[in-house]
């Protein structure tokens, strides 16, 4: 199932950046790491959700937001090889998608504009580096291979390869052309 997959996906992963030997590098970071273990609860809650199983979601989702401090609702849909950084903080809302091979850094929010428009989520791409504390929000798309730095907001589409940056406001710029502000 997509479930398993995903979680095989993001222990190869662990494999590709950890340097001690199986299995100690995936004992330890379902130990220590708390941003690994939300992926990982995420993915049980995600499968219960999806398979219409009441309670047993939104209970893994609120024990995985007890216990390592990240908030993704059951409905989110995650990639494999997703890393969270220092994951505390992180909300990730309900029909948010994040794509494949992503980093998120600590208090990273994907999530509406208002809780009138809570059907509006954002769509992050595949390898994209969301940056401390930046917020997504609403119905946005955040293209492949794209970087959003720290603490900024963003509230319109993201062209794949972009950077942005924050300053007074959005400053969205094809990778290489960033100048020093």
Not at 54 to 65: D, E, K, S, T, Y
Not at 97 to 116: E, I, W
Not at 123 to 136: E, I, K, Q
Request: net charge positive.
């Amino acid at each position: 199932s997509a479930m398993w997959d995903n979680l095989s996906a993001d222990t190869r992963r662990l494999r590709d950046i950890k340097r001690k030997p199986a299995p100690w590098y995936v004992l330890e970071s379902l130990l220590f790491e708390n941003g690994y273990q939300a992926v990982v609860l995420h993915r049980f809650a995600h499968w219960f959700k999806r398979h219409r199983v009441p309670v047993f979601g939104p209970a893994i989702a609120r024990w995985n937001q007890f216990v390592t401090g990240v908030d993704i609702a059951p409905a989110a849909e995650l990639g494999p090889w997703l890393r969270i950084s220092h994951g505390t903080g992180i909300v990730i809302g309900n029909g948010a998608r994040v794509g494949r091979d992503c980093l998120l850094m600590q208090n990273v929010t994907l999530g509406a504009p208002t809780t009138t428009r809570i059907g509006e989520m954002p769509t992050v791409g595949d390898r994209v580096t969301l940056g401390a504390g930046c917020c997504v929000i609403g119905c946005v798309s955040i293209g492949d291979d794209s970087f959003v730095g720290a603490l900024a907001l963003v509230t319109e589409d993201v062209p794949a390869g972009s950077k942005v940056l924050s300053r007074a406001g959005i400053e969205i710029r094809p990778r290489g052309t960033m100048t020093q502000a």
